[in-house]
C-alpha cells in the first residue's frame, strides 16, 4: 500500500495538507535481522492534545500497515502505546517492505473537533465512522532479503516451464518476477526435461543456447529501464556473481560494457563450457 496524495472529507493531520496549523503526527522505525525474522520497533510521534487525550481514552489508535508486495504479505498493527515492537517471519517478507502509519478511529466518533484546525473548519463538527483515517505519518520502505539464500548460482534464479502449445514458436522470457522465468512449447521442453539430470557436459551445451541467451535479453532490459528490476531476487543474485570480477550490477556497469560480456561473466564463459563438453562426448564417442 503506497501513500497516495487524495482529498479527504474530514480534517487529517497529515504534511500533505494543512488541515491543522501547529500539529504533526509520524513516527520512528528502526528495522533490526535476527533469527529467521526481522523486528520492527516503531516510535509514533504525536503532538496534538486533543488527539493524544482520544488515544488515552481509547477512542482512536495508532496503526502501521506492512505490506511485503513481493510475498503479497500484508498486515495491520494496532497500538495504544507510542511504541510498538513487531516481528516479521522470514517466509513473509522478501525485497521491498512497505511501512506506513496512521491515526485511526477505534468507535464512531459524534461531533469531532479539534481546536488546531484550520479557519476553513472553525465552529465545524464531523460525524466519523469506525475505521476512519485521522492521521497520516511518512511512508517508510526497506529492502530486505532472507537467510541463507543461495544467490550465487544461476539455478537459482531461473525456471524453466512448458507452455500447453504444440505449434512452433520462439522461447519466451519473462523478467517480472522473483525468478527469471523461460517458456518453451511442450516439444522443446519435453527434449529439456530430458537434460536436466544428464551429464555436467550436457547440462553446459543446453545452458549456452538456453541461459545463455536470455541474460543478454536481461541486460539489454537492464540498459533500458534499471530501476524497473533492482528489487527482484534474480538481480541480487546477479551483482553476487559479479562480485568475483570486482564488478557491481549498477547503472554505469549496464552502460559501459556489453551485454555480451556481461552475460558471459555472469555463467563464466559458458560457449568455452559447451566447446569443452562437445570435446568430452566426441571423445566417449571415439572410445565405443
Not at 533469527?35 to 488515544?55: H, S
Not at 517471519?89 to 485511526?104: K, Q
Not at 507452455?163 to 520462439?170: A, F, G, L, N, S
Request: negative net charge; glycine residues 2%; charged residues 30%.
Amino acid at each position: 500500500m503506497d501513500i497516495k496524495y487524495k482529498l479527504y472529507p474530514h480534517p487529517v493531520l497529515w504534511d500533505k495538507v494543512d488541515d491543522y496549523n501547529n500539529s504533526y503526527f509520524d513516527c520512528d522505525i528502526e528495522l533490526k535481522r535476527d533469527i529467521k525474522k526481522f523486528i520492527l520497533k516503531v516510535n509514533f510521534k504525536l503532538n496534538n492534545k486533543e488527539l493524544e487525550e482520544m488515544i488515552e481514552k481509547n477512542l482512536i489508535e495508532f496503526v502501521l500497515h506492512i505490506e511485503s508486495p513481493m510475498t503479497s504479505y500484508r498486515i495491520l498493527k494496532k497500538s495504544l502505546s507510542r511504541e510498538l515492537q513487531v516481528s516479521l517471519s522470514d517466509e513473509n517478507i522478501l525485497g521491498r517492505i512497505s511501512l506506513c502509519p496512521f491515526i485511526v478511529a477505534k468507535q464512531e466518533l459524534k461531533n469531532f473537533y479539534n481546536s488546531d484546525w484550520n479557519e476553513d473548519y472553525k465552529d465545524t463538527t464531523f460525524e466519523i465512522s469506525k475505521g476512519t483515517i485521522l492521521a497520516i505519518g511518512t511512508q517508510q520502505t526497506f529492502t530486505v532479503d532472507k537467510e541463507n539464500e543461495d544467490l550465487s548460482s544461476i539455478p537459482s534464479i531461473f525456471t524453466i516451464y512448458k507452455k500447453e502449445t504444440t505449434e512452433e514458436m520462439p522461447v519466451e522470457v519473462e523478467i517480472n518476477s522473483d525468478k527469471v522465468r523461460i517458456g518453451m512449447n511442450i516439444s522443446d521442453y519435453d527434449k529439456y526435461a530430458l537434460t536436466k539430470y544428464s551429464t555436467e557436459e550436457i547440462v553446459n551445451i543446453v545452458n549456452s543456447f538456453l541461459i545463455y541467451p536470455a541474460l543478454i535479453f536481461i541486460f539489454e532490459r537492464l540498459k533500458e529501464n534499471f530501476n524497473e528490476y533492482s528489487e527482484y531476487r534474480w538481480f541480487k543474485a546477479m551483482n553476487v556473481m559479479l562480485n568475483k570480477y570486482s564488478m557491481k550490477l549498477d547503472e554505469d556497469l549496464v552502460t559501459s560494457k556489453s551485454s555480451l560480456e556481461l552475460a558471459q561473466k555472469i555463467m563464466s564463459f559458458p560457449v568455452s563450457k559447451a566447446f569443452l563438453g562437445i570435446g568430452s562426448l566426441e571423445e566417449v564417442e571415439e572410445q565405443k
